[in-house]
Nanobody, 124 residues
């Protein structure tokens, strides 16, 4: 059974930092692309960041570029999202996703597996 479990969410003030982790189980993930998406209240799910199987290629939404960093540790089947300089508009439920391909993409419909999500709240 494939499972993605996020951790690391919480509440911080503007300018603070959080690191999210997504641990995968149930199959080999070292050759799978992974991504982070978020959904704010009343809004559509939006792409945040993605990373290819090796970690050498990454993509970011313009809104988080320069503040967020996606990385992975294939030995631990874990993908991370380091979030710095957080803003109130970053408040959302953050979910990780995995796809059965090596290349990272930004479209949520092209991901095959999803975690339950973790809440991130940034107060002003």
């Amino acid at each position: 059974q494939v499972q993605l479990v996020e951790s690391g969410g919480g509440s911080v003030q503007t300018g603070g930092s959080l690191r999210l982790a997504c641990t995968a189980s149930g199959r080999t993930w070292s050759n799978k692309a992974m991504g982070w998406f978020r959904r704010a209240p009343g809004k559509e799910r939006e792409f945040v960041a993605a990373i290819n199987w090796s970690g050498q290629t990454t993509y970011y939404a313009d809104s988080v570029k320069g503040r967020f960093t996606i990385s992975r540790d294939n030995a631990k089947n874990t993908v991370y999202l380091q979030m710095n300089s957080l803003k109130p508009e970053d408040t959302a439920v953050y979910s990780c996703a995995g796809r059965s391909e090596i290349m990272a993409v930004t479209t949520p419909g092209r991901y095959d597996y999803w975690g339950q999500g973790t809440q991130v709240t940034v107060s002003s």
